[in-house]
């Protein structure tokens, strides 16, 4: 039996019911997080929460709890669902209100969550992965974790079409990020990545595998890097809260490149996966 969440309680998830005014399905207006499960506990649950909060606040939608109580409902979904490893999504829709652009300030923001099982990409952590360099055509708040996300998806299905696993989206020659994850590349043993600003969204398995990186002495940059730099770099990989640290084996599009995963890279998914595993 799976349970969900539906704005005041825990459903049974064929029994859980989304309104027609809600409006999310109209605009897109709400936010969400992906929080991963490791052995039956949310990881980095507090760092999740931290950006929901921002978020929210980026869009002007009060949260309709305060945000300790949000964390124990998906801590207590985790239970319920009696999931060990995969995700909880969690979504904040502004509210319910008769299709209008004008939002009103009166609405009671709408909370769902459910979880899923996924397992850990191994054979993508140890084979890598293939990229397809494309323009980025998001708009400027790509820092707010917004669920309307359709030129993200246009990236992704742009990628797939073209036999590569995930999409890097750059804004002339700057690289900015993928379309479900944040891009590193290596260069003479130090890592740079894009700056957290509105261009891209600030990961946090991307500010964890930062935090790694310094704590063990690796050079890490918050450093926007362009597609020539690419094609130099030593070595490249994405990161996701699904994901973890997937080693980019070859670029095609915009640019072209090839790598093989590479002692920085391995370093870090070693940490990482201790670190996780705990």
């Known amino acids: 039996m799976e349970y969900v969440w539906l704005q005041d309680e825990f459903v049974k998830r064929e029994n859980a019911r989304i309104s027609f005014e809600d409006r ?60 060990e490893n995969g995700y909880v999504y969690v979504q904040m829709t502004r509210g319910l209100q008769e299709r209008e652009h004008l939002y009103t300030r009166d609405l009671t923001a709408i909370l769902t969550a459910f979880t899923k099982t996924v397992e850990i990409p191994f054979d993508k952590q140890q ?30 299905r742009k990628a797939e079409d073209n036999h590569c696993d995930e999409a890097l989206q750059h804004r002339d020659s700057t690289v900015t990020e993928g379309s479900s994850s944040n891009a590193f590349i290596v260069q003479n043993g130090t890592l740079y ?20 990186a310094r704590k063990i002495g690796i050079p890490a940059e918050e450093k926007a890097f362009t597609l020539d730099d690419l094609a130099l770099a030593d070595e490249m990989f994405m990161t996701g809260t699904t994901t973890e640290i997937l080693p980019v084996v070859s670029v095609k599009g915009s640019v072209q490149a090839t790598f093989k995963p590479g002692p ?14 705990r």
């Open 24 to 83: 999310g399905y109209y605009f897109g207006d709400g936010i969400y997080e992906v929080v991963r499960v490791y052995n039956g506990s949310p990881f980095l649950l507090t760092e999740h929460f931290e950006r929901f909060q921002r978020s929210a606040d980026e869009l002007d939608i009060p949260l309709p709890y305060p945000l300790p109580k949000i964390k124990d409902i998906v801590t207590e979904l985790v239970i319920k669902n009696k999931l």
């Open 127 to 156: 084979n890598g992965i293939s990229l397809l360099a494309l323009e980025d055509i998001r708009w400027l708040r790509c820092d707010i974790k917004t669920i309307n996300l359709l030129g993200n998806i246009m990236a992704k």
């Open 193 to 212: 990545t894009h700056p957290a600003n509105h261009y891209i969204l600030n990961g946090i398995t991307r500010q964890f595998v930062l935090q790694l």
């Open 264 to 277: 920085v890279t391995r370093e870090l998914q070693k940490l990482f996966r201790e670190t996780a595993s």
